[in-house]
């Protein structure tokens, strides 16, 4: 059973490819699937690149030439809910391309002849992420560091379960995040892929998970936020998580 492991950005992913050493490179539409193991599992790594389509084009890749069997996704998001704040991690239930809207021929957001908004995520991944991240937040130090924790103010980032909304925007202002809110009440974070893997695995029927780190809260200083998280830890967390997943 080979499961696919995807993030968009190499600052998202990197620390989890170092951690595959018997990786064979396959070169597929201009992107390097690491084909090989973690925690004895087989696994393929990936780099979609930013956006639905380059995330869609992936998904695809994997499961018709890779034969992935589950897609992960992970990474980093804007928080949108209240309580959603840098270093919370939101594993998805259900995700929502919130720049879909065909209406008035269909209903905003769902997406045309497939009768669904929100694409539901794999209980049984996403029920073993949560655990998983609940376990590593609770010692952000060993993770992190303590200069890490400091820098980015982590008090006690907690683990949230609910609605992931994809779009092609990276959303860098709080007008834009407050209209998001108006409009999606129970959005937790928002990112530019998640919801376009989840409508290609459901009509593959294979399962999909997404779990993020949060690392800004997509309003006006969402910019520059983003850029030192990235840099600086995002890719640890994403280790953590998968790896702590793959290894229960
Ligand atoms: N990924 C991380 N932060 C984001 C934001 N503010 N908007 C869209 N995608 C993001």
């Known amino acids: 059973m080979t499961i696919a492991i995807v993030a968009a950005m190499h600052e998202e992913l990197a620390a989890l490819l170092a951690q595959m050493p018997d990786e064979q490179r396959v070169r597929v539409a201009g992107r390097d ?41 992970t990474g980093v998001a804007g928080g949108l809910a209240p309580g959603v704040r840098v270093g919370d991690v939101v594993v998805a239930t259900r995700l929502l391309q919130h720049d879909l809207d065909a209406s008035p021929i269909f209903p905003k957001y769902e997406v045309p002849l ?61 007008a834009e995040s407050s209209a998001l809110r108006n409009d999606l009440p129970d959005a937790l974070a928002v990112e530019m892929e998640g919801a376009a893997v989840a409508q290609v695995c459901h009509d593959f029927g294979v399962p999909f998970a997404a779990v993020r780190t949060i690392s800004d809260r997509a309003d006006d200083a969402a910019h520059g936020d983003f850029t030192r998280f990235v840099s600086v830890v995002a890719s640890r967390y994403s280790l953590a998580l998968i790896d702590g997943w793959l290894a229960t």
């Open 33 to 73: 699937f690491w084909v090989g193991h973690l925690q004895g599992q087989p696994v393929v790594a990936v780099l979609s690149r930013i956006g639905k389509v380059a995330a869609a084009l992936t998904a695809t890749v994997l499961l018709e030439r890779f034969q992935a069997q589950a897609i992960v996704f």
């Open 114 to 174: 497939t009768g669904h908004a929100r694409f539901a995520a794999d209980t049984a991944i996403s029920d073993a992420l949560a655990a998983v991240a609940a376990g590593v937040l609770a010692d952000t130090v060993g993770l992190l560091g303590q200069k890490a924790v400091e820098d980015f103010g982590l008090a006690a980032p907690a683990v949230h379960r609910g609605l992931l909304v994809s779009g092609d925007r990276f959303v860098s202002s709080a």
